[in-house]
């Protein structure tokens, strides 16, 4: 039997060698029990552009518990402001071997919702 979270990883190496070779800018998603994070990061890899999570200040005033679907649509709503703002507006989704659905899925649609491209 593979450890649950090996195999995700393994799923998101796959999606990772294809975002690299595409040459995108990249949006990844990292989901706890608690929290829910999305960073952007550049095309090469080497730096964080943008980042909202559920654990930020902002955020935790407006939302009561940070790992629910409500929390993740509040950080995909962020995330795609700060794009904005850093003058991003297309980047390819890297959902780090999670399933697009439930949160994921939530943060997602809010991120296009916002404005983003992907």
Not at 72 to 86: C, D, F, L
Request: charged fraction near 30%; aromatic fraction near 4%; proline fraction near 0%.
């Amino acid at each position: 039997m593979v450890d649950a979270n090996i195999a995700r990883l393994r799923r998101a190496r796959q999606t990772r060698l294809k975002i690299r070779e595409l040459g995108a800018v990249r949006l990844t998603v990292h989901r706890t029990n608690s929290h829910i994070y999305a960073q952007i990061t550049s095309a090469a890899g080497d730096r964080v552009l943008a980042s909202a999570s559920s654990a930020e200040k902002e955020l935790r005033a407006r939302i009561k518990n940070g790992g629910t679907r409500s929390a993740a649509e509040a950080v995909g709503e962020r995330i795609a402001a700060k794009a904005k703002a850093a003058g991003i507006e297309a980047v390819a989704f890297d959902r780090a071997g999670y399933r697009y659905h439930g949160r994921v899925k939530a943060l997602a649609e809010a991120a296009r919702a916002g404005g983003l491209k992907f």
